[in-house]
T-cell receptor, first 113, second 112 residues
């Protein structure tokens, strides 16, 4: 099993450009999450999904959109990138039942100039 | 809203010393509490998960305890090694929501 994978690993954007970050998991997990991690701010939840076709806002959703068309994929979109979105983005997934342990991807380092 | 706090923010110990990392949370209505390790520039690796009905979990040199009544969890690392140098984060999963609440982490340096 690959676990949770993220594409791309690194990206540099100019202000106003758009991009999509892809998260994929092969563990058949229902729940998927997008976080951003910034120095001094810790991990903050952007959006999450509790199942295919569903999404919900987290703590810092402004400037981001998400889609979960397939159970194994969770996409994070930036429509018009801003320097404030420079961050490391992590995707995570967990199963709905049992101990609900969260598994994280390796992260995407995004710089917006 | 759940608030998770980790004190101290940084810790430096000589090799061989036992490590004690603290995590406190404000809402005792948790489903589980998870401890993670993060190396610089890397993702989060799950170390231990304690269900709300459990008091502790052990894995090798790691032991995590949970006291819901006092809102505390402690991660013990026995006989620390330089390879244990990393940032350790705790996260509480609520019993009535879907969102994990993270502490800011404790950065550990083990000196050889």
């Amino acid at each position: 099993n690959a676990g949770v994978t993220q594409t791309p690993k690194f990206r540099v954007l100019k202000t106003g450009q758009s991009m999509t970050l892809l998260c994929a998991q092969d563990m058949n997990h229902e729940y998927m999450y997008w976080y951003r991690q910034d120095p001094g701010m810790g991990l903050r939840l952007i959006h999450y999904s509790v199942g295919e076709g569903t999404t919900a806002k987290g703590e810092v959703p402004d400037g981001y959109n998400v889609s979960r068309l397939k159970k194994q994929n969770f996409l994070l979109g930036l429509e018009s990138a801003a320097p404030s979105q420079t961050s490391v983005y992590f995707c995570a997934s967990s199963i709905r039942t049992g101990n609900n342990e969260q598994f994280f991807g390796p992260g995407t380092r995004l710089t917006v100039l | 809203k759940q608030e998770v706090t980790q004190i101290p923010a940084a810790l430096s110990v000589p090799e061989g010393e036992n490590l004690v990392l603290n995590c406190s949370f404000t809402d005792s209505a948790i489903y589980n509490l998870q401890w993670f390790r993060q190396d610089p520039g890397k993702g989060l690796t799950s170390l231990l998960l304690i269900q709300s009905s459990q008091r502790e979990q052990t894995s090798g040199r790691l032991n995590a305890s949970l006291d819901k009544s006092s809102g505390r969890s402690t991660l013990y690392i026995a006989a620390s090694q330089p390879g244990d140098s990393a940032t350790y984060l705790c996260a509480a999963f609520p019993s009535n929501d879907y969102k994990l609440s993270f502490g800011a982490g404790t950065t550990v340096t083990v000196r050889a």
